[in-house]
């Protein structure tokens, strides 16, 4: 299976000078099409670092990033903008925009650039919607819905772009343990039909058995793969 | 199809946005309508200065026009020679020249005896120099000592003029001289005065006792049916004295109105209360973008995260500016229209909307909006993607 994603030897700090903080050491990593992993380690050991480089929301400088064969490392903004428009994004925070409706926020991600009619990105959000099981509450604003519902609308707004990627940093953080293991049950099942890639970041560890490979992040360098 | 994306998803969503919030939505829109009346009543005053200003010459019947080079209006000439005038007819494209006599004096209300100043036009009432049926028709009438005609446009303040005049009551004191009111016309009121009379030139001199025939205040000059104006004018520059101007009808106008809005205070007072309707409405639509920017910083965040560029944001924040500009603009419309009516009713002044004032209001209120936008997308940098993991 080839790479989704292809990291060699990469170094990342904060600041500059003497306040020069290194966060990630020679991170070396690579994950296949359709693979799953987490990734876990102690509070401000980098994880959230990590995923901010990948999905080239921060820029990094030492070794090298490949992304769906992009290099990331000094890139420009705009390779970083199309490497966003490939991956699919679950906060931690369900980031929902409060003044549109589940099926308006799930299309937003179909709205970038491609060719699709206004009714085909309707049918394709509410399939999405469908499939986390929210099909009755399409036309539902934020603020009408549970916190395991506004996940699972994230869920599908990362999901509906069928993208290769998805990058998830603590998603179930803000539920409870049922309702968390079920997003990501979810989220498991939905990705693995689509041969989708995930990486997830969590503390989680009732929900390690979902992943095909764990990896462990401590102080910035990977512990155990 | 992606033409129109680029512009029509980011003013959707700004749209769907500006709309989730009622109330916010409400102080939005009175703060661009409180602009746009502003801004629709200062340019309203305005020209309704300018075209009253304008209300004495517009009827003045003639192709050529002097005038002392240092009046600066009609309303407070200089005089000058009547024989400087007389020089004209030597050009034999001329073919009369009268004198008129201005002059700034109180009339008593005959109801209420209190005096108001208006302005006391005087001439020979043979001459025709003004374009209204009604002098045309009384000018035997004018002939006689101390009568004069009475503009009913007038302020009402002069009295009610008509009906005293069909109960009978004609007779009244312009600065403190007897006359008698014979007729009415209709002009209109201007900024200088608040209302006319026409008498001869006679008459003029008995309410004025100490103005004299051979000091006038303009000269009206008719030509020849055909004359070429322009080169008449020319040629009366070289023969007559420095120090008379001579107009066409055209640049009279425009002399009279150019001193409103140059040369008097006035004229200013309204631009920079115009600047002002500007400058506050900017600064009102600026602080609405600039906090929606920041009440929306992580929303755009997650969609820059999510592949949006920031060229999106930028026609957001526009299409926004460009939705409160035509939401503040309708009611701020209406209710100037309303505004207009009253100001015509209650304070005689002429205010029609015209179509190139209501273009021009909604081009200058699109203009404040733009610049709040242009001044609010520096807050979008705020909005960063590494931020929301
Ligand atoms: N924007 C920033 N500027 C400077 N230092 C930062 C910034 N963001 C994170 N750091 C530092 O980098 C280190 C790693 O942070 P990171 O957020 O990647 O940790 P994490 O593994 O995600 O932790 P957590 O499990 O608590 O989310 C921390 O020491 C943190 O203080
Ligand atoms: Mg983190």
Redesign the pocket.
Known sequence: MPAVIDVEHLDFS??SGALT?P?LKDITLSIRKGEIVLIT??????????LTIIGGLRQAFHGSVKVLDQQLINSSEQVKVKARQQIGYIFQQHNLLKSLSALQNVSMTLEMGNALTEQQRRDRSAEALIAVGLGDRLDYKPGQLSGGQLQRVSIARALVGQPKIILAD?PTASLDKQSGYEAVSLLKRLAKESQTAILL?T?DYRILDIADRVVE?EDGVIKSV | MNKLAWFYFPARLAWRQLIFDRSKLVAAICGVLFACVLVFMQLGFKDSLYASAASAPVKLSGDLFLMHKQSEAMWRPIQFKRSELMRVLGNPAVAEAYPLYLGLAPLKNIKTQVKRTLMVYGFDPDSLIFNLDEIKNKRHELRLKDTVLFDEYSRPEFGPMRSLLEAGRNVTEINDYKVNIVGLFRLGVSFAADGNVMTSDLNFMRIFPRRNLSEIDMGVIKLHPGAPVQQVKAELRSQLNEFVNIFSYEELLKYEKDYWANTAPIGFIFGFGTVMGWVVGLVIVYQILFTDIANHRNEFATLKAMGYEHGYFVRLVFASAFFLAVLGFIPGYVLSLGLYHLAESQMYMPMPMLWSKIITVFLFILSMCVMAGLLAIRKLKDANP?DMF
Do not use: I, M, N, Y
């Open positions: 904060f600041g903080q966060v380690g102690p509070s401000g050991s980098g994880k959230t670092t990590f603590e970041v503390h992040l | 590494a």
